[in-house]
């Protein structure tokens, strides 16, 4: 079985000064909320194995500080690929992934998050606020299998619903 998790990036800072969408950095708000996900992970024992971001500094930096907060210490690879994708991309982009991690975290932007979430659990909306993560379970040995409607959604989280729970921030 592979665990899927998915992070839509934290809240991004649009009145900062930034050259183009790409470069658009986090709020402070989404700085908390990227370190409050990877304490989540690791408070639940479920730090990812590695990690696939989207090059878009936004992206990035969420990934940079949940991992930071979490004390993960596994391979983060960016690519531009998954900047300004749609559904079908992202699924290319995990099924190419190495077998040897049995979990990974991918992380990227709305809408197209949502839209790979329902997808792979077969149906449905699955909301993906900022810095949301979910958990997909997914019947499968190789990440090449992967395919629409293979995964059961195994808890999906948000900043605020951690923080409510007292997950200090």
């Known amino acids: 079985m592979k665990k899927l998790f998915l992070l839509r990036h934290a809240k991004s800072d649009w009145q900062a000064a930034y050259d183009s969408d790409h470069e658009r950095p986090l709020a402070k708000r989404g700085v908390r909320a990227a370190r ?14 590695a990690i696939v971001t989207s090059s878009a500094r936004r992206a990035r930096t969420t990934v940079e500080l949940a991992a930071k907060a979490g004390k993960w210490r596994c391979p983060i690879r960016v690519t531009r690929n998954l900047y300004d994708a749609g559904p079908e991309a992202v699924l290319h982009e995990i099924a190419g992934e190495a077998d040897v991690h049995e979990s990974l975290l991918v992380a ?16 449905g909306h699955v909301a993906m606020v900022t810095a949301a993560l979910v958990r997909i379970d ?13 995964g059961i959604l195994a808890w999906s989280v948000t900043p605020k619903l951690l923080e409510r729970a007292g997950l200090p921030r």
């Open 36 to 49: 409050l996900m990877g304490r989540f992970l690791t408070a639940i024992g479920e730090p990812p194995e």
């Open 138 to 150: 997914l019947e499968i040995d190789h990440w090449s299998e992967l395919d629409a409607g293979d």
């Open 108 to 123: 990227g932007h709305q809408p197209t998050f949502s839209e790979v979430a329902s997808l792979l659990v077969g149906g």
